[in-house]
């Protein structure tokens, strides 16, 4: 089984945290995620995250501001991910869920209320220990 490898991001404003919905026919539908998207052959982890949250979200991310966060990898059975995740500080636009998914922002202290995949859990408990 391969890995897929995906660019994350945890968007930043003030106290808060960007959260999108996963579409119920997705894998691990249902629950809340921090936004983006698999990597490209030739892309970066900015790259990627840059396209995906123009993509999914219709705002264009600010490279420097982005830092790695976490990497995770993690086996769900039935497939496998490396999860790249990075801080996003700043961005122009104002989010959107362009895929008719719901997005909110949520205070930094309140992640732990949302149902979030296994792969997540790890990235909340970075969230919990940096100077976000």
């Not at 994350?8 to 921090?34: A, D």
Request: aromatic share 6%.
């Amino acid at each position: 089984m391969k890995t897929v490898n995906v660019a994350v991001g945890v968007i930043v404003k003030g106290e808060q945290i960007l959260l999108s919905l996963r579409h119920q026919q997705q894998h691990q539908g249902g629950k809340w995620e921090f936004p983006g998207g698999k990597i490209e052959a030739q892309e970066s982890v900015v790259e990627a995250l840059a396209r995906e949250l123009q993509e999914e979200l219709l705002i264009n991310i600010a490279h420097d501001s982005c830092e790695p966060l976490i990497r995770i990898e993690h086996d769900y059975g039935d497939k496998r991910v490396c999860l790249h995740v990075y801080t996003v500080k700043r961005f122009s636009g104002e989010p959107k869920g362009a895929e008719q998914q719901e997005i909110r922002w949520v205070d930094k202290a309140k992640l732990a209320d949302y149902q979030f995949p296994a792969a997540n859990q790890a990235i909340l408990q970075a969230i919990q220990q940096s100077e976000l």
